[in-house]
């Protein structure tokens, strides 16, 4: 298995590198607003370089705790995704971040989570 937190090795130093680095979070991010695939793809960045990006950790919970409520709790299906795979994938990058942030903060942001799912799903 693959170290999710493997990387470019002192990305800080290439401004050209870390600026795509923190478009490519902004940017996924905000196309998660369409599909939950890319909310988990944030999420997953953001766990692979947390040590350039910790202010970004609690969005990146936020975004695949979301994506895992629709895909998995609600058992909504997004496109062609193979729903297994969405449930791996949202629940590994959900644990490993689960250790990054608060209980008290995500408590906070897993009442946000069936609120942005049952959003989505409306659209």
């Known amino acids: 298995m693959n170290n999710i937190q493997s990387g470019i090795p002192n990305i800080k130093k290439n401004a050209d590198a870390f600026t795509a680095l923190k478009d490519a979070v902004k940017y996924t991010h905000q196309t998660g607003t369409n599909d939950p695939a890319y909310r988990g793809m944030s999420a997953q960045l953001v766990l692979r370089y947390q040590a350039v990006l910790p202010e970004a950790l609690e969005t990146a919970y936020e975004d695949v705790a979301g994506a895992n409520q629709l895909e998995y709790v609600l058992k909504r299906q ?46």
């Open 78 to 123: 997004f496109g062609k995704r193979d729903a297994n795979y969405a449930f791996v994938s949202h629940r590994t990058t959900l644990a490993q971040l689960t250790m990054k942030i608060s209980a008290e903060r995500r408590a906070v942001l897993d009442q946000k989570a069936p609120q942005w799912a049952a959003n989505f799903h409306a659209k």
